[in-house]
């Protein structure tokens, strides 16, 4: 079954972009990554943009319109997901576990839904 994990953080909460940290945050992605495609469960996964960069699109009465910025207003903002094909929950959850933004942030896993 194909697990959804949705990666959220505050602004700023991980360590700064250019500290050794940073550079240590990274490898932690990295290793998840590889251990995903040893394990052959990674179908995609990649970092977005800021929040800044987005445009929310809705449609009203045939008419579409957009909204720079995210539509929620919230402390912690979508970073960034992996789409896993995972036996089940409890794996999905191992594996996000393995995320480096669950220790200051969280990270949501959700069933793909299979038409």
Request: hydrophobic residues 35%; neutral net charge.
């Amino acid at each position: 079954m194909k697990y959804l994990a949705l990666i959220y953080a505050a602004t700023n909460a991980g360590p700064a972009y250019g500290t050794p940290e940073f550079g240590e945050f990274m490898k932690g992605y990295e290793t998840a990554t590889q251990r995903y495609r040893a394990d052959k469960v990674l179908i995609a996964g990649e970092g977005l943009k800021p929040t800044s960069t987005a445009t929310t699109v809705r449609v009203r009465n045939g008419k579409t319109e957009t909204m720079d910025g995210p539509f929620a207003e919230t402390k912690e903002t979508l970073g960034g997901f992996y789409l896993l094909d995972c036996a089940n929950l409890d794996e999905a959850i191992k594996y996000a576990a393995m995320i480096p933004s669950a220790k200051f942030g969280c990270v949501e896993v959700r069933p793909v839904m299979e038409y």
